[in-house]
């Protein structure tokens, strides 16, 4: 695992001189931390989720049950029907998987929309994020939670570079009074990383392991430890929290859009106003006063500490004001308010299914076969008897007259209930799971008409919305902060040259639309929404226009301009230019005839 600086700027204090400011934060955090690590959600969850993936891979019993097993000379076979299951659900995942894409809130945004498809897909692509999604809901199938970290590395400050990586769950500490699935109601987040001293001292060569193993050291046994002498590492803690602060809201003249700035910055932009900003036209605009309303709201913070030693600490350099980590969850349980697998619920049918399965082999193994009961000197070959009468040619020679004096005693039977219990076992597992033999590919009847087919087979996906629903959510949080990085942190000539020749043609498009407003050749300043999975409402309406403004145009030909029907298709802003082209060209070569006849008229009279 890597190590990085959400602000790229070094601000350690490790050298021992810690401010009551930092002290006071330490202790917070402190308190946090425990809080959280000795939680009952928390520990609940890392116990479960310990024990599912276990049983996902097949290891099933305690170590102790196999000792017992193997004394008693019993079976210790495993029948592990969950994997198949499990894997499943996550391949149809991917399959039933889309790509997000953005699209515009208002129709002036449509050509950097289209702009920003071309980016967002690129660092989706870049970034393996598709790839980085399915491990997140593999874990999260498996566990019930998994994190997405998605972040940007300042190594060069001056071509930030956006990245996104797993975070596994129990690296993972949430606020233990969060509910919601996207953590907008959590507090704090933590996030437990283990480096040794060389790694840390790359980033923070202040960095004293010094004053960390005095702390471990004279911590109570309650408090968070955060040196491992076994392995030599050292612990680091990535904090962010939410702090309210007061924000003063106001009508921005310039932009003429709501916006809020600090105490300071406010003076500041007032400021400035009084003495005049220069706006891209050429006009100064000069404010005397700015009437504003004060409220408070929630800043992001982030800390990372080791031991007693603050490393860094400052306000999140990301405009979404969320943490940059995305919670992927399975089902929550809510009087615990902790998340679980689909693996839980299928253990204890799993257990069934193995001890019943053990007991059916004991019983098939140890079962007293027919007893031979015949009269002394009947059977004349009763020595070969006892060493082959388990092979499948031999022959038991019996003396002349003496076939009535042998026989064999009845086998015991066993019992039909193993079989009845058997499938009640598997119905149940596929039942819980979702997993019905139409998701698995094994088909159930070979009469059955295809529609019928069809129903049932959309009717297993329909049992596994709580998931798949909690998956999409997740990616569409995800898809808004990677929208947000790219405006906050990617240039537009870095766009453009991601989109070449068009990304050109786009910008230029946006340009003429609104060349008065500030930033107006600016990524950053659309406004963009993110479809994922299903059409927004607004393009439904939009669809249902177009539908009917060409019916419209149909019955009465020339009445509708083909250019008022292209603005309400779902076409990209390229294809509608070229189409509108077209048409001008069309119409120029039509009226260039038309004139060319009336000509040709006029010579012959």
């Known amino acids: 695992m890597n190590i990085t600086s959400p602000s790229g700027i070094l601000s350690i204090s490790g050298n021992g001189e810690v401010s009551v400011e930092d002290m006071d934060l330490l202790m917070k955090l402190e308190k946090w931390l425990q809080d959280a690590e000795n939680s009952t959600p ?53 399959q039933i998987r889309k790509v997000p894409y953005v699209e515009p809130v208002t129709f002036e945004d449509e050509a950097l929309a289209e702009l920003m498809n071309g980016a967002f897909k690129h660092y989706r692509r870049k970034q393996k994020i598709s790839e980085r999604e399915m491990q997140c809901f593999e874990h999260t199938v498996k566990s019930g939670r998994s994190f997405l970290n998605l972040y940007v590395n300042f190594s060069n400050p001056f071509e ?39 790694d840390i001292k790359s980033i923070w060569p202040e960095f004293s392991s010094d004053i960390v193993r005095m702390y471990k050291g004279s911590s109570t046994s309650d408090m968070p430890t955060y040196f491992d002498e076994a392995s030599d590492l050292y612990r680091i803690i990535e904090c962010w929290y939410k702090k309210k602060e007061p924000a003063l809201w106001f009508q921005n003249p310039i932009t003429g859009e709501p916006e809020s700035l600090s105490r300071k910055e406010m003076k500041d932009f007032t400021k400035a106003l009084r003495e005049g900003i220069t706006l891209p036209n050429g006009e100064v605009l000069q404010v005397d006063s700015l009437p504003y309303v004060e409220t408070r709201m929630d800043n992001v913070y982030y800390t990372i500490f080791s031991g007693g030693v ?38 204890d049918p799993q257990f069934a299914l193995n001890t019943m399965r053990r007991q059916l082999q004991h019983l098939l193994q140890t079962s007293p076969k027919g007893i031979l009961m015949h009269e002394i000197n009947a059977v004349l070959n009763i020595d070969e008897y006892d060493e082959r009468s388990a092979e499948p040619n031999y022959r038991m020679e019996i003396a002349d007259g003496k076939i009535e004096k042998v026989k064999f005693s009845q086998q015991p039977q066993i019992s039909t209930v193993y079989s009845q219990l058997d499938t009640t076992y598997l119905e149940s597992m596929k039942n819980i799971s979702g997993a019905q033999d139409p998701l698995m590919g094994i088909q159930t009847s070979s009469r059955e008409p295809g529609i019928t087919a069809r129903t049932r087979l959309e009717s297993s996906i329909a049992v596994l919305y709580l998931l798949f629903n909690n998956f999409r959510e997740s990616r569409i949080q995800g898809g808004k902060q990677l929208l947000s990085l790219i405006q906050q942190f990617i240039p537009p000539n870095t766009v453009i ?50 539908m009917a ?4 145009s149909q019955n009465n030909p020339g009445s509708i301009p083909p250019e008022i029907i292209m603005e309400y298709l779902e076409l990209p802003l390229t294809v509608k230019m070229k189409v509108q082209r077209y048409n001008e060209e069309r119409m120029e070569r039509e009226y260039e005839l038309e004139l060319a006849k009336i000509k040709g008229k006029e010579k012959s009279q």
């Open 42 to 94: 928390e520990m609940e969850w890392r116990s479960t989720a310990t024990e599912d993936y276990n049983y996902y891979a097949g290891d099933q019993d305690p170590t102790e049950v196999v000792e017992l097993l193997t004394q008693m000379r019993r079976p210790t076979s495993t029948f592990n029907e969950i994997k198949p299951k499990i894997d499943m659900l996550i391949g149809l995942a991917e």
């Open 160 to 198: 930030p570079d956006i990245r996104c990586k797993r975070i596994a769950g129990r690296d993972c500490y949430v606020d233990p009074n969060s509910v919601e699935l996207d953590m907008s109601d959590a507090r704090f987040f933590f996030v437990n990383k283990w480096f040794t001293e060389d």
């Open 310 to 347: 603050i490393l860094e600490k400052g306000k999140s350099p990301y405009f979404h004001k969320e943490f940059p980590f995305i919670q992927y969850g399975a089902y929550r349980h809510e009087d615990e308010n902790r998340w679980f697998g689909a693996v839980t619920e299928l253990k």
């Open 497 to 546: 040259r991601i989109e070449g020749q068009e990304g050109m043609q786009l910008m230029e498009i946006n340009s003429q639309m609104n060349p008065q407003l500030e930033g107006f050749n600016d990524i950053s300043a659309g406004k963009f929404d993110l479809a994922i999975d299903e059409q927004a409402e607004n393009l439904t309406v939009r669809r249902s226009v177009a």
């Open 549 to 552: 403004l060409t019916e419209l």
